[in-house]
């Protein structure tokens, strides 16, 4: 890679401490030139020039746009916000990367379920779905199935591709935002049982995304099933979040269904893609559908996961709750 040509960083607008907006900034401190594909020139795109950052402002969905993004780009980080269009975007991106014929790495933002929600699995009968997935859910929501399609569509497309397929991030709305009012009170109410979970920090994964980037050739064609550090259950993230806003926490556990009703129809019925896709989520993590934890990010990065601990304290919204 010629050190002027720019990679490509998807998704860059994202608030601050998101997986694409850390990636520019690790990127640029290593002085590697960075053009970030935004949506809209807003002040956030302000924010990425200011960094020093060139802004391509373009839409996903537009092959023209994204074809006119990859100009002199080698290097290739693709995210995009949960959407009914998902798998849209990824082939458009892959049509135009084949394209040009010479592009170096196509760095994909999976999730952890591809590692376990396979198409063997997802094509058993119901009962044998359901009794791998916990018995709360026997389907992929509209977004898992939207990252399956992609990862075939970037195999099929020859592209040099690696998947980066991330647990849970810590900053995951249910784990933060959605958590909020609970929280304010003392309560940690999740419907996720006695389960333990191992969630990821977002700046784990933008390291590693930057890494590759940087280094592509030992990573091409392989897939990372990412985890955080150490499995958990509710208790344990209630002393975590009691920890950093420096107040008693208790963990209330939740049917999901209910807690369903109670949080994610409410803030995001009007968004029906991601309120069924977090739906999901609750009820893989509520019926035990996520099991153990994998080594893959500390062989590669060469060094234990980030807490959730470090995360919480690390995230703006759960910092503002601490201050309050």
């Known amino acids: 890679m010629s050190e002027r040509e720019p990679i490509l960083i998807t998704g860059a607008a994202g608030e601050i401490g998101g997986v694409s907006r850390t990636m520019v900034d690790m990127l640029l401190e290593q002085g590697h030139p960075v053009r970030a594909f935004v949506r809209q020139d807003d002040e956030r795109a302000d924010s990425l020039r200011g960094a020093g950052a060139e802004v391509f402002v373009g839409d996903l969905l537009t092959v023209a746009d994204v074809t006119a993004a990859l100009k002199d780009v080698r290097r290739i980080y693709f995210s995009m916000s949960l ?37 063997d699995r997802m094509t058993a009968p119901e009962e044998e779905r359901r009794a791998w997935l916990g018995g709360l859910v026997a389907d992929w929501s509209p977004q898992q199935r939207a990252h399956w399609v992609a990862e075939q569509v970037l195999e099929w497309s020859g592209l040099p591709t690696v998947n980066v397929r991330g647990a849970m991030f810590v900053e995951n709305p249910l784990m933060t935002w959605l958590a909020l009012e ?59 979040y009691a920890a950093v806003l420096g107040r008693p926490v208790v963990y209330v556990p939740e049917d999901v269904e209910t807690w369903n009703e109670t949080y994610v129809d409410p803030a995001l019925g009007a968004f029906p893609h991601i309120a069924e896709h977090l739906k999901t989520l609750t009820r893989l993590m509520g019926g035990g559908g996520y099991r153990g934890t994998t080594d893959q990010l500390e062989t590669l990065l060469g060094r234990p996961p980030k807490t959730v601990r470090w995360a919480l304290e690390n995230h703006p919204r759960i910092q503002k709750l601490a201050a309050a």
């Open 182 to 240: 609970p929280l304010s009170r003392g309560e940690l109410r999740l419907p996720f049982a006695e389960h333990r979970l191992a969630p990821i920090a977002g700046y784990d994964v933008a390291e590693l995304c930057v890494k590759i980037l940087t280094d592509p050739a030992p990573h091409i064609s392989k897939s990372y099933d990412l985890t955080g550090p150490e499995l958990k259950d509710m208790h344990g993230f209630a002393e975590d």
């Open 83 to 119: 959407s009914p269009y998902y798998t849209d975007a990824v082939s458009l991106m892959a049509a135009a990367a084949r394209a040009r014929g010479d592009i170096e790495v196509f760095v994909n933002i999976s999730e952890y379920e591809q590692s376990f929600m396979t198409f």
